[in-house]
């Protein structure tokens, strides 16, 4: 074998170690990003699983603003520096049928907002890491703690809707306010013609029924009905207590 088959089956075999390296590399950092990628989705995982939270009673203030209450059920604490990345959407009617908006935390309650109104424990003041919202905003929002948040729409709402909540790592909760129907009794005392009867709708009902639970002279009808209220009216006035059992649905 001369000196020239010597260097080239050397190169053949430099060049085959090279390649086998490169090979070797490549599937080393390959198995490096999969086993990175695996570990933040475990991470995220752990994360939202000790996420959770529960939604209150959606409360009206006004045509424009909404309070809920959103206790923190879960593991995680959320510091007052990250509440803004807690996403809200609100769904409403207003007078162009039903729409549903994103809402930005503004603390300072600019335009359409949301923003904490206060952080509580059992009802009462925090007992650890209490929040503080002003100069300078600190704080957590603690396991069991409860944030009374408030929304403001620009919109003029006929009526609130639901609301949803998705906090940082994923975890989302839903409330709605919607009451379709409703049912009761209503008395209209003696030598009265007529009693308005709060129907606990969220809106105005549409279909309206009476059951008079006693004899009743002469007719009966409903008027005035609203967002909240309806009348019961007679064409003649009771001599006894005359009790009325009602019926409504939107």
Same mark, same amino acid.
């Given at each position: 074998?001369?000196?020239?088959?010597? &260097? /080239? /089956?050397?190169?053949?075999?430099?060049?085959?170690?090279?390649?086998? /390296?490169?090979?070797?590399?490549?599937?080393?950092?390959?198995?490096?990003?999969?086993?990175?990628?695996?570990?933040?989705?475990?991470?995220?995982?752990?994360?939202? #699983?000790?996420?959770?939270?529960?939604?209150?009673?959606?409360?009206?203030?006004?045509? %424009?603003?909404?309070?809920? =209450?959103?206790?923190?059920?879960?593991?995680?604490?959320?510091?007052?520096?990250?509440? @803004?990345?807690?996403?809200?959407?609100? &769904?409403? *009617?207003?007078?162009?049928?039903?729409?549903?908006? +994103? &809402?930005?935390?503004?603390?300072?309650?600019?335009?359409?907002?949301?923003?904490?109104?206060?952080?509580?424990?059992?009802?009462?003041?925090?007992?650890?890491?209490?929040?503080? $919202?002003?100069?300078?905003?600190?704080?957590?929002?603690?396991?069991?703690?409860?944030? *009374?948040? *408030?929304? %403001?729409? =620009?919109?003029?709402?006929?009526? $609130?809707?639901?609301?949803?909540?998705? #906090?940082?790592?994923?975890?989302?909760?839903?409330? @709605?306010? @919607?009451?379709?129907?409703?049912?009761? *009794?209503?008395?209209?005392?003696?030598?009265?013609?007529?009693?308005?009867?709060? %129907?606990?709708?969220?809106?105005?009902?549409?279909?309206?029924?009476?059951?008079?639970?006693?004899?009743?002279?002469?007719?009966?009808?409903? @008027?005035?009905? =609203?967002?909240?209220?309806?009348?019961?009216? #007679?064409?003649?006035?009771?001599?006894?207590?005359?009790?009325?059992? +009602?019926?409504?649905?939107?």
């Amino acid at each position: 074998m001369g000196y020239s088959t010597i &260097i /080239a /089956a050397a190169f053949a075999a430099i060049i085959m170690l090279t390649g086998l /390296a490169t090979i070797l590399t490549t599937g080393i950092t390959s198995m490096d990003t999969i086993t990175s990628s695996i570990s933040e989705q475990v991470a995220t995982a752990e994360e939202k #699983l000790g996420e959770e939270c529960t939604l209150g009673k959606i409360v009206g203030v006004d045509s %424009h603003t909404y309070r809920v =209450n959103v206790t923190n059920t879960g593991d995680s604490l959320l510091s007052v520096g990250d509440l @803004s990345k807690i996403d809200i959407l609100a &769904i409403y *009617e207003d007078a162009f049928g039903q729409a549903t908006r +994103w &809402i930005a935390y503004d603390q300072n309650g600019s335009g359409e907002y949301w923003r904490v109104r206060g952080v509580y424990f059992d009802g009462g003041a925090e007992i650890t890491n209490p929040t503080s $919202f002003g100069a300078s905003d600190y704080g957590i929002w603690d396991p069991m703690e409860t944030m *009374e948040v *408030e929304v %403001h729409l =620009n919109a003029t709402v006929t009526e $609130f809707e639901s609301i949803l909540i998705t #906090l940082p790592g994923g975890f989302r909760a839903i409330q @709605s306010s @919607s009451v379709t129907s409703n049912w009761g *009794e209503a008395v209209v005392l003696s030598g009265q013609l007529s009693l308005t009867v709060y %129907h606990g709708l969220t809106g105005t009902p549409k279909n309206i029924q009476l059951t008079p639970q006693t004899q009743v002279t002469g007719t009966y009808w409903v @008027s005035n009905i =609203n967002t909240t209220s309806f009348r019961i009216n #007679l064409s003649h006035k009771p001599g006894i207590n005359t009790p009325f059992f +009602w019926y409504c649905q939107r």
